[in-house]
């Protein structure tokens, strides 16, 4: 029997009208993944009866709670399905080459296909749950994306969706990397972590082990963490003891390919020092909140 190599697998998205449910028409969007850290499945939870034999042995058990789970390891770039992911973790659409997190969540499907055999995983009523993008000065600028969704099926033949391209613009690297502002700070940064968090929850209901949907079960989490250069104590003499919010934009890339990340009320943490083999660091966590003029706490731009 055939086996099939990470690198064989295709993997594309689409937005869903009804949650739960694939489109009828439109254009599933090839996403250019790591093969090796990407990976959908469907879980369940096992409940297991309190009652026992006398020889010890659990009496019964039952597979409960299905959803999917998975995550994709991409190379920021403007791209249609990355795009589309980002807005299902920030709950909110695109307008004009700008998202801001908001409540409005963004449910897509998800198939994976062989490109050499007629085998296929589809899994649906899938959420955003964690954006998570480094960047170092030698490195390139990663981007994983993590969601739940409620079920997945198997099939043997195609839908009747078109596939769309993946997109052909730059991917971003460190080199790319053209300002990383925090308030008035000066200073040489490394590298940066931007992670959104957005906490889900499957919704279950009496007489089927199918989730009935995907609830948020708690606020967005909005955090990111700079590592830069001690050449002064200007870092410590402006947030040692301040925690007064400060305005904080991470853009990679240019007009075409780029992006800005605006976190406009970002809270500092405590500056804290830290060391790599040639050099004194400085490190720092910023926490995003809500801004009055934004009306978010986080803002995203294509540039």
């Known amino acids: 029997m055939a086996t099939f190599n990470p690198v064989d697998f295709q ?34 939870d096992t409940i297991v009866s309190p009652v026992s034999r006398p020889s010890r042995s659990i009496e019964a058990a039952r597979r409960v ?14 791209d249609a399905g990355l795009e589309l992911l980002i807005s299902s973790v920030l709950s909110n ?29 589809r899994f649906f009523g899938n959420y955003g749950t964690a954006l998570n993008l480094n960047v170092n000065f030698n490195g390139n600028a990663e981007l994983g994306i993590e969601f739940m969704g409620m079920s997945g099926v198997t099939a043997t033949t195609a839908t009747a969706l078109s596939y769309g391209t993946v997109g052909t613009t730059q991917k971003q690297t460190g080199l790319d990397v053209g300002t990383l502002t925090i308030g008035a700070l000066s ?4 590298s940066a972590q931007l992670v959104v968090s957005q906490p889900r929850e499957v919704q279950g209901r009496f007489g089927t ?14 955090r990111l963490t700079v590592t830069g250069y001690h050449e002064d104590l200007s870092a410590y003499t402006a947030f040692l003891a301040s925690d ?43 926490v995003g909140t809500y801004d009055n003029t934004e009306a978010t706490d986080i803002k995203i731009t294509k540039l």
Do not use: C
């Open 93 to 121: 659409v695109w307008t004009a080459g700008v998202i801001k997190g908001s409540n409005v969540d963004q449910p897509f499907s998800v198939e994976e296909r062989i490109a050499t055999a007629a085998q296929y995983r």
């Open 11 to 44: 993997y594309s998205v689409i937005k869903e009208t009804t949650p739960g449910t694939l489109p009828g028409a439109g254009s599933l969007l090839p996403l250019a993944v790591d093969s090796q850290a990407t990976l959908p499945n469907v879980e369940a």
């Open 187 to 190: 200073m040489v940064y490394k």
């Open 244 to 286: 007064t919010p400060v305005a904080a934009t991470l853009t990679i890339g240019g007009a075409g390919n780029g992006f800005t990340f605006l976190l406009p009320r970002a809270v500092p943490g405590v500056p804290k020092g830290a060391k790599d083999p040639s050099a004194f660091l400085m490190q720092m966590e910023l």
């Open 65 to 78: 709670n299905y959803r999917d789970q998975g995550s994709f390891a991409l190379h920021l770039m403007q």
């Open 209 to 222: 082990a199918s989730a009935y949907g995907i609830g948020a079960s708690g606020p967005r989490d909005v």
